[in-house]
């Protein structure tokens, strides 16, 4: 406790008054005193003090449980507490011209105060140092007004003598209220219908006013609209016609009120509804949300300065490619492919990819998951992508997402307890400064106007995939982050870009990212595919797959000849190129085999294409079966036509038949005469 603290008794104590704060003055050792100091203040009035006197050992006792330090210490008396946390020594130089400067009315006070404050100890060991401060004021050359006087004094005291608390309260000055004269007609005088034309402001008039921008004022509706309806609906005004003040053969319509009572002019209605709603809130109803927050609205901040680590914090949106993907059938073409990518916020860094062929779908969210987990070496291995890990090197699962609203929000996105991500919030709807991070980074194309267009793609589906892939990673290697980047000396010769920060950052240890083996993100995020088991292989749809080490564990020659068993597997739905099968709890990566020789490219398929392709085979089956059955009708016919006989022309006997000889060898009966 210090000269000047400022202490309060939550319940009263001795002298001390509950709810008033006083100040602490100054604990005299030979009187054994305690003095304090009372401030008091009313708008409109001159500050006043009061010197309380009270027993130390008393006020020591009371000391913590009775009197204690209020929570908020001021450094400024109550006269100034807007100005608390100002320079008020720079207050002049808004005042140039001033007569009189702010600072010589503080230096006289002081002036003034001087001779009090040196002989201030002999003042309180004085019987009645409230009047001898007095005494003082009056011995003044030019005598002062006994309260200010002493006002000035302990304030200077108690506020840490700095001369500035000695400051009249002039801040003040000019704060007349209008609400104070109700009924008296303020503002512009109508050059049209007078000067005293109008109602005065009442508290009725006010509160129709806000009720009816209330209940009027949604997005896109003008201030002169919504003063149109208030007057209809909340001061029942009417529309009348009359003669022009200025032209008596024009007629002009004007606002009534038929019962006499006031209605507010349109100035008069834009004022209070100004006062009564901040400007943010009229710019929001009038332009709404979405575009005040994106043209309006200042600047809160980035969003990197939430976040400290990697993967503390990571955002998940997805977009459309322009071009929709060539499909198998002659002049057809798929959707645009979804892209859903995911964004590290305090590098910058894309840390992984998904894709949906139909809509932005929880699938998407699932593989984007399953890229960001694994290494993207493997990740880009599965599409035909080689790399090595510093080109992408970002691995491992985040706790804290911020998914869009939509498929990615899902409860059941993931059956895995242990991965599910956190989602700690939602954006709003249509609210893409939400997640700007991610926003950010989508490509931007150009508009096109005039007649709708779209772009058909000579790529597949797996083509496109693979060129956002290759776009991604030149992101993380071209993008400037420069704006992520503070004075530091560890961060001076970084290179501006998602990977220069991530390598930074991550060499520190600086990284929330949480480790999942391959094996566990295939089961967690991949969708699970049914398998079907022949003794040449698996087989998914019309693609048989197999691998080297299935074939070194024998698992196939388990299998009879034209038996088959279903088993579950696991793949990536924008390449099939690899999947897993689950044997025994193991996961085997097996790999797509053509039936014969020829390109691999074409074993880079989606499950979209997959799908497609067998559709097409079913109908072409379906018409080769009728085909073979024609055939074989066809060759029957043909041959009666040629020999006169039916195809399976003959009789059938129920007995072996004889063993028919050759004509050169001898018969049985000669051999037995030879031998004879």
């Given amino acids: 406790m210090k000269i000047g603290s400022q202490l309060h008794a939550p319940h009263g104590y001795l002298h001390l008054k509950k709810d008033l704060v006083y100040h602490f003055l100054k604990s005299h050792a030979t009187k054994k005193l305690v003095f304090l100091v009372l401030f ?123 001369q500035w608390v000695l400051l009249p309260p002039f801040h003040k000055i000019g704060h007349w209220d209008r609400a104070e004269h109700v009924g008296v007609k303020f503002g512009r005088p109508s050059l049209a219908y007078g000067k005293y034309y109008g109602f005065g402001m009442t508290v009725e008039m006010r509160k129709g006013i806000i009720d009816g921008y209330r209940r009027f004022g949604k997005t896109g509706v003008k201030m002169s609209q919504i003063y149109s309806k208030t007057l209809i609906s909340e001061f029942n005004c009417k529309v009348t016609t009359q003669t ?6 024009s007629k002009v319509k004007a606002v009534s009120q038929p019962q006499g009572l006031a ?43 939430a976040v400290a680590n990697l993967y503390e914090r990571v955002e998940f949106d997805g977009y459309y490619t322009i071009e929709r993907p060539k499909s198998y059938t002659e002049g057809n073409y798929y959707p645009p492919l979804c892209v859903v990518r995911c964004r590290d916020t305090l590098s910058g860094m894309l840390l992984g990819i998904g894709f949906s062929t139909n809509k932005e779908s929880s699938e998407a969210y699932r593989t984007t998951l399953f890229s960001m987990a694994v290494p993207k070496k493997f990740f880009c291995s599965l599409f035909g992508i080689e790399i090595e890990d510093k080109d992408w090197p970002c691995v491992g699962m985040t706790g804290d997402t911020i998914f869009d609203r939509g498929p ?49 793609s000579n790529l597949t589906p797996v083509e496109l995939a693979k060129r956002e892939i290759f776009a991604t990673i030149a992101y993380n290697q071209k993008a400037d ?48 595919i049914e398998l079907k088991t022949k003794h040449d292989g698996f087989w998914f749809k019309n693609i048989r797959y197999d691998s080297s080490e299935i074939r070194s564990l ?123």
């Avoid at 480790?515 to 566990?520: G, P």
């Avoid at 790999?591 to 097409?616: C, H, M, N, T, Y």
């Fill in 40 to 162: 008091g203040y009313e708008k409109g009035k001159t500050p006043s003090s009061e010197l309380i006197v009270i027993d130390r050992d008393a006020f020591e006792a009371g000391i913590p449980e009775q009197i204690t330090l209020t929570e908020n210490q001021t450094s400024m008396p109550l006269w100034l507490k807007e100005l608390e946390g100002r320079d008020i020594s720079r207050i002049d130089l808004k005042r140039p011209k001033a007569v009189k400067q702010h600072r010589e009315r503080v230096e006289e006070r002081l002036f003034w105060i001087t001779p009090a404050i040196i002989t201030m100890d002999e003042i309180l060991d004085s019987p009645d140092p409230q009047a001898s401060i007095n005494a003082k004021a009056r011995e003044c050359a030019t005598p002062q007004n006994e309260s200010r006087f002493r006002a000035w004094l302990l304030t200077y005291l108690c506020f840490g003598r700095d």
């Fill in 263 to 305: 209605f507010p002019t349109i100035e008069q209605f834009k004022y209070e509804v100004k006062k009564a709603f901040s400007i943010e809130q009229l710019q929001k109803n009038l332009y709404g949300e979405v575009r005040f927050r994106t043209d309006l609205s200042v600047s809160k901040g980035k969003f990197s300065e």
């Fill in 481 to 528: 982050m420069s704006d992520r980047i503070y004075p530091n000396p560890d961060l001076a010769y970084i290179q501006p870009t998602p990977i220069g920060l991530w390598n930074h950052y991550d060499q520190r240890g600086r990284n929330d990212a949480m480790n999942v083996t391959i094996e566990k993100a295939i089961r967690s995020f991949l969708s699970p």
């Fill in 408 to 456: 990615g929000s899902k409860k059941d996105l993931i059956d895995d307890d242990d991965l599910k991500p956190a989602i700690k919030g939602l954006p709003p709807a249509w609210f893409g400064q939400s997640k700007a991070g991610i926003e950010s980074s989508h490509p931007r194309d150009f508009k096109i106007e005039g007649r709708p267009t779209y772009t058909l």
């Fill in 554 to 676: 024998g698992i196939l020659e388990d299998i009879g000849r034209g038996a088959e068993l279903n088993v579950l597997g696991y793949g990536h739905s924008m390449c099939l190129r690899f999947i897993w099968v689950d044997i025994n709890g193991r996961l085997f990566q097996l790999a797509a085999k053509l039936p014969l020789r020829g390109l691999e490219d074409d074993l880079f398929q989606s499950l979209a294409e997959v799908e497609e392709f067998a559709a097409i085979r079913s109908y072409v089956n379906s018409e080769f079966t009728q085909h073979q059955h024609a055939v074989d009708a066809e060759a029957r016919i043909q041959f009666h036509r040629a020999t006169g006989h039916d195809w399976n022309a003959g009789t059938t006997s129920f007995r072996k038949p004889k063993k028919v000889l050759d004509s050169t060898s001898p018969s049985k009966s000669t051999n037995r005469k030879k031998a004879a």
């Fill in 244 to 249: 022009s003040v200025f032209d008596s053969l």
